[in-house]
């Protein structure tokens, strides 16, 4: 299993960014894939879930209304849409799977939201 997180970045508070996860060696379109984030001194946090055919997506209080976690089956491949970004989003992002009672994680993208 291999997860590649990418779209990272600074951004203004009030900006956008997105987030993408290539994933390998599993069947993708077979699992429900998460988005967390941790900060220095924080547990990760889960921010947004999607379930394997996209259907049902649920988030956390604190990104609900701003960030829109979406897949595509076809390209391995899931994003997190984050909108009206807050200095408090900033955090590393590291997009996740549980298979056979494991989790698995990528090395994780840093957004940072400063002006």
């Known amino acids: 299993v291999q997860l590649a997180e990418s779209g990272g970045g600074l951004v203004q508070p009030g900006g956008s960014l997105r987030l993408s996860c290539a994933a390998s060696?599993?069947?993708?379109?077979?699992?429900?894939m998460r988005w967390y984030r941790q900060t220095p001194g924080k547990e990760r946090e889960l921010v947004a879930v999607i379930t394997r055919g996209g259907g049902t997506t649920n988030y956390a209080d604190s990104v609900k209304d701003r960030f829109t976690i979406s897949r595509d089956n076809v390209k391995n491949t899931v994003y997190l849409q984050m909108n009206n970004l807050k200095p408090e989003d900033t955090a590393v992002y590291y997009c996740?799977?549980?298979?056979?009672?494991?989790?698995?994680w990528g090395q994780g993208t840093r957004v940072t939201v400063s002006s």
């Open positions: 996740n799977v549980l298979r056979d009672s494991k989790d698995y």
């Open positions: 060696g599993f069947t993708f379109s077979s699992y429900a």
